[in-house]
């Protein structure tokens, strides 16, 4: 598909304001952030910034899209034998980007439970796919969601003869996301209070570490295979 000039500049400068949003929540947090200073980063204008995202939240929004999705098309290209392992490596590749982009992570998570529902999902465009994601990617342009996917992999473990056809796929879904988000949440606890009188003892691990045996903790209580 050839795209126009004017689809390429829009999706640059698209992906522009991103990469700039990105920078200043590797070290700042999401509130500090002002449209202002991100337009002058960009070379933009106010209103420009506002044509691309209404309200600055929808940036945040979009960001955590394409991380998402970026997940998913990682544990795509594995080429998965089976739903189940197909599952592994989607909790494996959710816990390398928190760990790698933990703040940015962290305010998408907190701006998804406040404005859950007020915000609607973006579709990429041909040329935003181009510059957001890999060559050889599908090119549906499609935002990909991690409750979707973590519930079409159970139920493919299920058909698989790997989870127990008994088990509710619904709930195992919710499980494993809140498992996700708890995580994330004690993680930044443990950081931002460490407290060294605690009687808990100090459990140096990843967030993926962590995801990766919470995750085979919630397989082997259903029942499921190795």
């Known amino acids: 598909m050839e795209l126009s000039l004017r689809e390429i500049k829009y999706a640059k400068t698209k992906f522009e304001i991103v990469e700039a949003a990105w920078e200043h929540l590797a070290t700042e947090s999401f509130e500090t952030c002002s ?84 915000i609607e999902k973006q579709r990429f465009t041909p040329a935003e796919m181009s510059l957001f994601f890999e060559p050889g990617d599908p090119d549906d342009f499609k935002v990909r969601d991690l409750g979707e996917e973590i519930f079409s992999d159970i139920f493919q473990a299920q058909q698989d003869g790997n989870i127990p056809p008994t088990v509710n796929a619904a709930e195992i879904t919710y499980s494993i996301l809140a498992m996700n988000v708890g995580i994330t949440m004690v993680m930044q606890m443990k950081r931002v209070h460490q407290c060294e009188t605690s009687p808990i003892p100090v459990v140096e691990l990843t967030i993926m570490d962590f995801l990766k045996d919470n995750l085979e903790m919630i397989l082997r209580g259903i029942g499921a295979k190795s």
């Open 35 to 118: 449209v202002k200073d991100l337009c002058k980063k960009v070379q933009i204008s106010e209103a420009t910034f506002f044509n691309y995202f209404p309200k600055k939240e929808q940036l945040l929004f979009f960001m955590g899209q394409v991380e998402t999705t970026k997940i998913v098309l990682k544990a795509d290209r594995k080429i998965a034998k089976s739903g189940l392992e197909h599952l592994r490596w989607l909790v494996h590749f959710i816990g390398e980007s928190m760990d790698k982009n933990f703040k940015p992570m962290l305010e998408f998570i907190s701006t998804m439970l406040r404005l859950s529902g007020q």
